[in-house]
């Protein structure tokens, strides 16, 4: 009989959902927490020394945001441009970006004003930038340069 009510209350016991709300996903033995979310409109991002630089969604213009505190993200500068950008990477404060009219410039983003530091005219369509060993690789239709 102790028999018969112990097998139907294991079985009782293990037809019950055991899911306990922590506050992260362990997702292959990785924690994973969701912080906070902020509205903006753009579609890439880079981040070096707890700064965020986002480039806006009609790829114009790059704005700087202090990621210092997670919980309040406040916008240090923008660097407006007319021409449009696909693509950007940064490197010791500066921005190397590929734009569809001049190629490559490169944009001081150390102080609240960034400038237009300077600008390599590639002529031809380009896409994307990578920077690896003091050199920018960038991608275009059918071509790769490097530049030093």
Same mark, same amino acid.
């Given at each position: 009989?102790y028999?018969?009510?112990?097998?139907?209350?294991? @079985?009782?016991?293990?037809?019950?959902?055991f899911? @306990?709300?922590?506050? +992260?996903?362990?997702?292959?033995?990785? %924690?994973?927490?969701?912080?906070?979310? %902020? &509205?903006?409109v $753009?579609?890439?991002?880079?981040?070096? &020394?707890?700064?965020?630089?986002?480039?806006?969604? $009609?790829e114009?213009?790059?704005?700087?945001?202090?990621?210092?505190?997670?919980?309040?993200?406040?916008?240090?500068?923008?660097?407006?441009?007319?021409?449009?950008?696909p693509?950007f990477?940064?490197?010791?404060?500066?921005?190397?970006?590929?734009?569809?009219?001049? $190629?490559?410039?490169?944009?001081?983003?150390?102080?609240?004003?960034? #400038?237009?530091?300077g600008?390599? #005219?590639? %002529? $031809?369509?380009v +896409?994307?930038?990578?920077?690896?060993?003091?050199?920018?690789?960038?991608?275009g239709?059918?071509?790769? %340069?490097?530049?030093?």
């Amino acid at each position: 009989m102790y028999r018969k009510l112990i097998f139907i209350a294991f @079985i009782f016991i293990s037809c019950i959902d055991f899911d @306990i709300d922590a506050p +992260y996903e362990d997702i292959n033995g990785i %924690y994973l927490e969701h912080v906070t979310s %902020y &509205n903006f409109v $753009g579609w890439k991002i880079a981040v070096e &020394n707890q700064k965020g630089y986002i480039l806006d969604l $009609g790829e114009t213009d790059i704005v700087c945001y202090d990621f210092a505190d997670v919980y309040r993200i406040d916008t240090v500068s923008l660097y407006r441009s007319v021409y449009q950008k696909p693509d950007f990477a940064f490197s010791d404060g500066y921005a190397y970006i590929v734009s569809q009219n001049l $190629g490559l410039e490169i944009v001081d983003f150390n102080s609240t004003d960034p #400038r237009l530091s300077g600008f390599l #005219r590639i %002529y $031809g369509p380009v +896409y994307s930038i990578a920077l690896f060993n003091k050199h920018a690789y960038i991608a275009g239709y059918s071509e790769l %340069y490097t530049i030093d």
